[in-house]
T-cell receptor
Framework: AQSVSQHNHHVILSEAASLELGCNYS??????LFWYVQYPGQHLQLLLK??????LVKGIKGFEAEFIKSKFSFNLRKPSVQWSDTAEYFC???????????FGRGTSLIVHP | NAGVTQTPKFQVLKTGQSMTLQCAQD?????MYWYRQDPGMGLRLIYY???????DKGEVPNGYNVSRLNKREFSLRLESAAPSQTSVYFC????????????FGPGTRLTVL
């Protein structure tokens, strides 16, 4: 069965710092990859997704992620974080034809103003 | 469109009591899901319904039952609540074919005393 690893469980940054959250998946076939964000007290919502094509995917609020097939990775990046980016971030992987995404355990990001 | 709605938002139960969490979506999605979210555990799938009339167990189905009432509605029932079921429960739906974005409801925070 596939798994998704998020290496950073808690990240604390100051505003304007750069962000990179790691995500690795364990599946050798075709994958669809997602980053979801959960703001405090809210439900999960899609940040960005990769299905095919350009491995550099741009999402909402200035976030981007790069799919590196050789490294089984889909890391999330943002060049300059804001206080409003404080949230929990989940990476998820869907293998070809599956209904069931596999979620990572999440990374809690706190941005200090 | 309301998207995915869940009721109730909060619930406190005593051990042994039963209750049903309701979920509805108005996006004409075929697939629906129930997750629980616990600190440090990320999202764990309880049950899912790939299409109207079908339901399947996820990672943590014990102690729960589901009903896919129609295409819009997917309910989760706790027959005899236990403190271990204290959690935040999220319903989600997604488009066909399998492999697309999940849309989440606002969640139900359940406490079992």
């Amino acid at each position: 069965a596939q798994s998704v690893s998020q290496h950073n469980h808690h990240v604390i940054l100051s505003e304007a710092a750069s962000l990179e959250l790691g995500c690795n998946y364990s599946y050798g076939g075709t994958v669809n990859l997602f980053w979801y964000v959960q703001y405090p007290g809210q439900h999960l919502q899609l940040l960005l997704k990769y299905f095919s094509g350009d491995p550099l995917v741009k999402g909402i609020k200035g976030f981007e992620a790069e799919f590196i097939k050789s490294k089984f990775s889909f890391n999330l990046r943002k060049p300059s974080v804001q206080w409003s980016d404080t949230a929990e971030y989940f990476c998820a992987c869907l293998t070809g034809g599956s209904y069931i995404p596999t979620f990572g355990r999440g990374t809690s990001l706190i941005v200090h103003p | 469109n309301a998207g995915v709605t869940q009721t109730p938002k909060f619930q406190v139960l005593k051990t042994g009591q039963s209750m049903t969490l309701q979920c509805a979506q108005d996006m004409n999605h075929n697939s629906m899901y129930w997750y629980r979210q616990d600190p440090g555990m990320g999202l764990r799938l309880i049950y899912y319904s790939a299409s109207e009339g079908t339901t399947d167990k996820g990672e943590v189905p014990n102690g729960y039952n589901v009903s896919r009432l129609n295409k819009r509605e997917f309910s989760l029932r706790l027959e005899s609540a236990a403190p271990s079921q204290t959690s935040v429960y999220f319903c989600a739906s997604s488009l066909p074919p399998p492999g697309d974005t999940q849309y989440f409801g606002p969640g139900t925070r359940l406490t079992v005393l």
